[in-house]
């Protein structure tokens, strides 16, 4: 029988079981939940991801048994040849298929089906999900949960900082999703986050968590994709996987599906001007005190969460340390990507996408093509973005399917200041308890 894995905080806590890992998603000591060791997987034949997919996280279920995570893999997630845009042995990874159009669908889902399966709350009150968003997490996560019994969302989002079609899927839901917007960066959303779930006071009375990646449950699920394009790619070489990153789990989850199959393949972490991960690999302080606004909104993290879980995994196994490259791509080569992508293609490129086509480029320009197959995660469609991408390309992108008609909805959100005290009230509300 299948013995799952335990976790063990970045701190030291634990360990703990998979559900608590979720129910906590911050340690109690502060940090973040890793599995003590990862479960091996033999690479599995070619499929969709609704196969790769259960299979994959199954290990990591109690008796290895899948069901839990019903239909979270329910679209699927192309290797897409990109010749034209990314040479003769470019792909890019499309990952805008689900139904708020970015990858941070699978995590959401994943939590949400696992956690009402295996920890609904039976009695008392409804357990509050808290989630900080620099633009999509917000809208994953109020799709997943939206409508489960027993669990609310509260999304704290920067009131300037996200677009306003990713704004309007979290704002246009209903009672069991509360909105506030803060004014201030994501990362006073994700301290916030942080504060609350660390007050006991809080955390066990009123059942809160949180569907950050902090929070493990959304780290898991996205290692099927990179086990899905390993057995897409598999007899053509080392791939080298390009992620536009923010918050460092996407990363951090590719890291992952890499050990658990035992295959070496190289990661190019692409940031935007906010380069604390590319400081923290030149030992050196980020060129920027703060968080700066860029076109790629949800990568606008100054201080990533899961830079604590990756340093824990390079120090397990100090040789992952040359599997990782960092490159930070400047506001102004994004938008120049994202033009070029447009007039040589026809391909529009969302800005974080862009972002990650720019930080390969600039890789093969220093170093020449990679060896093997070069794949770039595609994170979320253009048409969220269509501002931006208009700014770039002229032309406006057209809406993905899944987000049609959310334009005419109407909003329900708050303002707070960046401070605990302003989440109290809406914590120990009544709101949300109607939707039971
Ligand atoms: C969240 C997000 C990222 C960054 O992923 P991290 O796991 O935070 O590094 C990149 N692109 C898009 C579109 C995202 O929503």
Not at 119 to 141: E, F, H, M, N, Y
Not at 177 to 200: H, I, N, S, T, Y
């Amino acid at each position: 029988m299948t013995v799952p894995p335990l976790y063990t905080s970045t701190r030291g806590h634990g360990p703990v079981a998979l559900v608590d890992a979720l129910l906590q998603g911050l340690a109690p000591d502060g940090g973040l939940y890793l599995p003590e060791g990862l479960p091996a997987l033999a690479l599995p034949p070619a499929a969709p991801l609704a196969d790769i997919g259960p299979r994959a996280v199954a290990p990591f279920l109690p008796d290895g048994d899948a069901a839990p995570v019903g239909d979270t893999f329910a679209f699927d997630t192309p290797l897409v040849a990109a010749e034209k845009l990314l040479g003769p042995r470019g792909f890019m990874l499309d990952l805008t298929r689900g139904p708020t159009a970015a990858f941070k669908d699978v995590g959401a889902r994943f939590l949400a089906r696992v956690l009402s399966t295996l920890a609904p709350p039976t009695d008392g009150p409804v357990r509050t999900v808290l989630v900080a968003t620099s633009g999509d997490t917000g809208g994953a996560v109020a799709a997943a949960f939206h409508g489960v019994p027993g669990f609310r969302v509260i999304v704290l989002f920067p009131a300037d900082g996200v677009s306003p079609r990713q704004r309007r899927q979290f704002t246009t839901l209903g009672d069991d999703v509360v909105a506030l917007g803060v004014d201030g960066p994501f990362d006073a959303c994700q301290r916030l986050v942080k504060e609350a779930l660390a007050r006991p006071d809080w955390r066990e009375p009123l059942r809160l968590t949180s569907a950050n990646s902090i929070n493990i449950g959304r780290l898991i699920p996205q290692t099927t994709w990179f086990v899905k394009a390993f057995a897409d790619l598999r007899g053509r070489g080392e791939p080298l996987f390009v992620v536009p990153s923010g918050n460092l789990g996407h990363l951090t989850a590719g890291l992952m599906a890499a050990e658990m199959l035992g295959i070496p393949a190289r990661f190019l972490a692409a940031v935007n001007d906010n380069d604390a991960f590319l400081a923290w690999r030149e030992g050196r302080a980020p060129r920027n005190a703060e968080t700066v606004a860029t076109p790629s909104t949800a990568m606008d993290v100054g201080r990533p969460s899961n830079l604590e879980r990756i340093e824990a995994l390079v120090a397990r196994r100090p040789e992952l340390d040359r599997r990782i490259e960092v490159r930070s791509i400047s506001a102004a080569v994004t938008m120049a990507t994202m033009r070029s992508a447009y007039a040589d293609s026809g391909r529009f490129l969302d800005p974080h996408t862009a972002v990650g086509v720019a930080a390969l480029r600039a890789r093969e320009r220093e170093s020449g093509p990679w060896i093997g197959p070069a794949v770039v995660l595609s994170t979320a469609d253009a048409g969220k973005f269509p501002d931006t991408v208009r700014e770039a390309t002229g032309r406006t992108p057209p809406v993905p399917l899944s987000l049609e008609g959310l334009d005419d909805r109407s909003e329900r959100w708050s303002p707070i200041p960046p401070r605990l005290e302003a989440l109290e009230p809406v914590l120990t509300g009544t709101t949300g308890e109607g939707n039971r």
